[in-house]
């Protein structure tokens, strides 16, 4: 597990940040909409350049799901609402990765 | 242990969790029902009722009986344990047992099946079913619904088994025998389809399937498609029964359904975040001003609660990564699917949930997305969760922790459902808009049985969205309910006549008057069923009470008062003349039968109009009896309930109605759940003025029967001045109550057009009406836009909100704007019938917003083209006679059943005359003279609701008359044909199980 977090620890950091960025984005009162595209085109950067496999992206979603719960535990601001938001976006890519891999899994 | 072993004692600590579960709600040794729905305490009573088309005398819509989904299984279920000697108790028992024990049950088989391929262990592929189960049945969904869930839980246990059967189609491609199997699943959960909200997303799994399969493999295609059409043909053909009586009235009932449905539609409720952890429902946060709807919800953010929530949605997450196969990746796809349906209006995509919520036929139905689409939740985080502790069951196979997990799994499963483990989400208090769910018949109903409800009339019922009244037996919800036959206790919303009657007698509820008579021998009412007097919190109906006690026989029997209508009019009868209506009337005739009658003190809709205005009446029913608030300068109570201040449940009318200060008689009633159920016989009092403004109960005044309380009032009173008396919970204490004078200290503006703001005081505008004329009536339009756009609203016509204001002549359109309900349309027309209420100078109307349960802090909206129509009031309809003078002449007839009366030949017709049957007129009720039908120009409406056939005096009379459904036999046909497919299909599925049977041999 470690091993695996070392290797992909540059879209995990990335994603975490663009996500935290964002999310003061929208609480400097910048439109949702326009936010949460600058976290998509972000994420769909890395996703490509860097060539994410389903299960990276799946331990990059875990991970700032992971990251979003414990923020909520001491703040339900926007920043969390934002970030939920995130978390979807991001289910919504990995649903798309998911379909478009021909013949997946086992 | 043998593999086998270990599955069945999971699955039989599945059921012992149920048992436990089950027992614990029972903990008040009280039936559950839930609300207006007691028909649940038994639903056996009700059979009958399901086996027609027609079930309802006054059932003006159009619809049919759209109850008849709950034939199968709930009732046939009740019928065959009730026949077997079991007590309802009992029944209900362990009805509640299978339906928390068998959506688990499905859930196992299929987490079972998903992850068998891939385990290691019989033991961990098991505990992981079982756990994931365990999520199935018990989670936070569950918990924000009520524990009946006629129409959630049945759909559950459907959810997995049809996964479970496409898949298996999918790996074996056995058309015939997996398609049958779908088709008997749909049968368990048949009776979810009387709301097919519920049912809809259940089907739309196979779907799903199927597409993900097709999507991986194009070669599929043709053999998906065409396992698809079987299965939806062998589905149809099963659920025909059902099927058959929706179809007929497709048109009406969708567009019924949908302008109700527009009035309520919560598809922005809460914060994407939240449906992480399952919470998505509406009401989550929000209750009365006493009174959470969960009272439990803060726990939810508590330090072991908040992260425990999140967590299942973490190991969701996990099993995807743990084993990333077909089954998981196609379930993380439902996943994100589900929480994008279930969040609704909430970003992001928010918008293209609104365009399909808008555009996309039929999908308004999913007004309440959370409830509807959260299977798709639990069953993916259920399934991947079951998944990912088999996968960390097997990383930490080696060390001791595993047996942590063995432990904490199931526990934080039912910590986190702790409100429905314990039985805690089940109310046991009768709070406004909360009903308690521990309920038994009312004593009417098991008086007279459900099938001689009809034309029994029930006087008084709570509106929906009132404080319940169980006890006494009348409430209505206009959304579900059951005995539809009889509309006198009816609320519903579809049912028109119901409203009409209601309606009808509560304007005239004044009493003494004539005209009541009138309204009875109208509707063939037999008999009367109102409350005891000394029970209800209304002094009014004392009077009214009084009034038909002089004028009929009375038996007082515990809380109710039977009253036998001396000479009630038949069912079938032939009459010279009858009332009937204007040609010009014909799309509303109902409401504009009321217009033409004056009758405006409450609002009454046709439903099948255009506008969706029918669910205002509903909720401004006039049997709620305005209570005088005690207004300050800061809050317009809400009428829509009785008034509770603060931490007070009772309300009191007082009424200043002498010139003198000296004495004040106080019409005093208890709320008769004060005292644990029982009520306190009060009688009026007098009380002495002091020079103070407290009021003072104290224990000092003997009354008549039971508990010993005086009213000692301080009052300083004036002349016209209305106050409300109020007391905390519990009264067996001394209350200094605080009675203050209403304050009209506002700015009433006279504009054109305005903005009603509804903020944390409430506001209105006020009209005046130009030259007005009190024997003359107006109807006040309005073109309305919603300006915050993140919330609802309900329009309902409703009392002024302070009584001096409707002294003087005011009427005010009510505008309740709740945030946090999503309105989809935004804009509308409103209009106020405006009623002469005295016979002064000058009249006024005007529009007041008000936040029906207390959510949210902001709403607004524009009101423009304000205009008013001014209306002529005939009064043609009550002031004289139903039944004409020359009298009706009862005809000798034989009830069959519900959709058949045989009618004794007519002999000595000397004149055309009409026969009148009182029951609701529909199209498809025939009359037939010997064999021949009579053609349906001469079937009318009589008296605003009935059927009426013209008969000649050429017509052959004098053989036999039959009056029938006619769409009946058809449905015994669907019936049969829906039985003999099930049966083929059980027959399909028993020859491959003895073939498989025979070939292991």
Redesign the interface.
Known sequence: MKDFLKKNKIPLIITVLASVVCSLLRFAMFNPLLVNIVFTVIYMIVLFRLKLSLTTSLVVLSSLFLVLVLLRIFTSGLLVVAMGEHIFILMLIISSQILIQKHAGT | MTEKKIKYLYISLLLLIAIVVVHNWYKYSLPIGYGDEYWLVDPALFFKQLIYLWSTHYYTTGWLNYNIPQLFPITFFWVALRGLGLSRFITQYIWFVLINFLPGLSCFLLIEYISKK?STSANKLYFSSFVGSLFYSYNLVLVQLLPYQPHFKPALIGAPLVLLFTFKYLESRETLKYAACLALTSLIFAESNINIAYTIPVYFLIVLALV?NV???HSNLLKNSLFLLLSVFLIFLVNLWWIFPYMLTFTSTISTIQESAKLWQTTNTR????Y?RLIGFWGWEAGTPNYDYFPFHATY?N?IF??IS??F??LA??G??FR???Y??FF??L???G??LA?GEN???AGIFLFMFTHLPLFWVFRDPFSKFSPYLILSVGVLMGISLQGLLEYFDSKKFKYLIYILMPFCVLLIAYPVVFGLFINKNNQPNRRSYYVDFPDYVLRFGSKNLDNVMVGYYTPYGSDYDWKKGFSGDPFILFANNNIFESNTTFSAGSKLFNNIYSTLLPHNDPRFKNFLSWFSVKKIVLPNDLLTFNYEYRSVHEFLASLYKQEIDGRYVYLDVSDPTPMVYTINSVVSIPAKFSDAWRSALLDYAGLYRTNFYSVGDNNSKHIASNFVSSTMIPIIPITTDKDIPSYLNSYRHDNSTLVYKAVMDKDSLKTLQLKVEFDSYVYNGEAEPFHDFKLEIVNSNKIIFSKDYKFKNTSDWQIIANLNLEKGDNYILYTPNNPAKIYDIDVQKPSVKRNLTLATDGTVTATDTNNYILYEIPNYNSNKQYIMEATYDLLHDDSAFVLSQEYGPLDKLEQKNIEFLYLCMPPGYSPIKCDGIVNLPIIPKLKSQKAYVGFVMDRMFNLGSLGQIKLHNIRLIETIKPSFLFDTPVISESGYKAVQYKNIDPTLYQVSPLTNLKADTILVFTNAFHSAWKLKIGNQVLPEDRHIVVNGYANGWILKKSDMLNQKIEIYFVYQKYFVIVYMLSIIVSILCLLILSFFIYERFFKKK
């Open positions: 891939y993900y999507i991986k493999h914060d994407t975040i939240d992480f953010e330090l908040l992260p999140f967590c949605f973490l997450l996990l995807v990564i990333p196969n077909k998981t990746k993380f796809v996943l994100t699917l929480i994008f969040k970003g992001p995509l």
